[in-house]
Every structure is written in structure tokens, then in C-alpha cells.
């Protein structure tokens, strides 16, 4: 093969390439820029590991952002959740008010599974209906639905991270 045709068909590879590399680039510059803004505005954001897997909890802890809780948020991160933590142990109820997608609520005492519920968000229109749970907690996991079960939080299971 000549020299000018080698020299082109180089040319043409790099044209051909340096677009694919560009948008390998700009993806993962999005996925990082992504991570980065979901975290954004929220409290204090932990890290722990559920039956092997790691979890991001954002921590509530005061009663106004307890009220709040994921209301009005279009949707919760995969693999993340907010934690409620209180004070002292009781049987505290919660409700979907403002929720646009489902939940699993979990309510632990002392790091053990006490209750577990599957809610639905409400139909538009329609009022929220309030869950508690079966016995007091001091603390309350809210997940994605279905994920309770894929981290094997079940009554009576144990994790001993939870802050």
C-alpha cells in the first residue's frame, strides 16, 4: 500500500474515532455531573452496607424535613434512600402525601426490622393514607419499592450501620 493511502485511511480513522471518544467523554462527564446534582441541596448523605450492599441514605433528622420527606421529588436514586432518625423509640406513622412513585417503609428499632409496608402513591386527587407500623421504632428507612426485599429487610433482620 502507498504512503498517501496509508496517511488517508490514518486521517479517516481519526475522524471516524475522535467523535466516539468525544461521546465516551460527554457520557461519563453526564453521569458524573448526574451523581453530583442528585446530592445537591440534601442534608447529611451516608454510606452503608445492607446484606452487601451499599446503600446512600440521606439522614433526617429535624421535624420539618421529616415532614417533608420525598415529597414532591420526581423520583429516588437507585440504591439510596432516606433515613428518619429520631430521638426515642414510638410508633410513628407516615403517609405518601405529594409522592410521585412508589415506596417501601421500614421501621427499625435499635437496628433490628420491626415493620415493613409497600405503598403506592396516591391517584391524583386522592388523599394519602397514613401507615404505621406494628410495633415502636427509632428510626424509618424509606426505599424504592421492591427494594426492601432485594436488601432482604424482612421483620426481625439486623443491620447494625444504620447511624
Keep these: 500500500m502507498n504512503r498517501s493511502l496509508k496517511w488517508i485511511l490514518v486521517i479517516l480513522a481519526a475522524l471516524f474515532l475522535l467523535p466516539v471518544g468525544m461521546c465516551c467523554v460527554i457520557a461519563l462527564l453526564n453521569t458524573y455531573h448526574n451523581v453530583q446534582t442528585e446530592n445537591e441541596g440534601k442534608g447529611d448523605i451516608r454510606q452503608i ?13 429535624s421535624s420539618a424535613d421529616r415532614e417533608k420527606g420525598l ?28 409522592m410521585h412513585f412508589p415506596l417501601d417503609i421500614v421501621w427499625f428499632d435499635r437496628g433490628s426490622v420491626v ?49
Design 71 to 98: 415529597s414532591d421529588r420526581a423520583y429516588l436514586p437507585l440504591n439510596s434512600g432516606m433515613l428518619f432518625v429520631f430521638d426515642h423509640e414510638d410508633v410513628y406513622p407516615f403517609w405518601m402525601k405529594d
Design 115 to 163: 415493620d415493613v409496608k409497600m405503598l403506592t402513591a396516591p391517584l391524583p386527587g386522592q388523599s394519602p393514607a397514613i401507615y404505621a407500623p406494628t410495633k415502636k421504632a427509632d428510626r424509618v428507612l424509606e426505599v424504592n419499592a421492591g427494594q426492601a426485599d432485594v436488601l432482604g429487610l424482612k421483620i426481625g433482620a439486623r443491620v447494625n450501620d444504620l447511624p
Design 49 to 61: 452496607s445492607i446484606n452487601h450492599q451499599l446503600v446512600s441514605l440521606e439522614l433526617v433528622t
